[in-house]
Nanobody, 126 residues
Framework: QVQLVESGGGLVQAGGSLRLSCATS????????MGWFRQAPGKEREFVAA??????????YYGDSVKGRFTISRDNAKNTLYLQMNSLKPEDTAIYYC?????????????????WGQGTQVTVSS
């Protein structure tokens, strides 16, 4: 089973940027499809972004609310997943979780993922 540890969260003003990292260990990272989800206070956890695993080019997919502002990427040599977040808005405030799955392709449902990190808090002030 792969272990996941998020970092990079914090407090930022609206319009600012943050980069989240998800360090992995335990299994071959390159063989996992990865995703980012978030949960705001009082709301259900929602899909943010996903990336498949590939021997060559990776494919990505984004939730509508972050499309054009967030970028998911992975560095297989460093066993790390990233989420670059630009043009942050107060509504992006949430705990952000990374997740891993051995299922093929792009996965957007929480139930598709078998491993989760503990989460990192992102707070965007207006």
């Amino acid at each position: 089973q792969v272990q996941l540890v998020e970092s990079g969260g914090g407090l930022v003003q609206a319009g600012g940027s943050l980069r989240l990292s998800c360090a992995t260990s335990g299994r071959t990272f390159s063989r996992y499809a990865m995703g980012w989800f978030r949960q705001a206070p009082g709301k259900e956890r929602e899909f943010v972004a996903a990336i498949n695993w590939s021997w060559s080019d990776s494919n990505t997919y984004y939730g509508d609310s972050v499309k054009g502002r967030f970028t998911i990427s992975r560095d297989n040599a460093k066993n790390t997943l990233y989420l670059q977040m630009n043009s942050l808005k107060p509504e992006d405030t949430a705990i952000y979780y990374c997740a891993a799955t051995t299922a093929p392709g792009i996965r957007t449902r929480q139930s598709d993922y078998g491993a989760w990190g503990q989460g990192t808090q992102v707070t965007v002030s207006s």
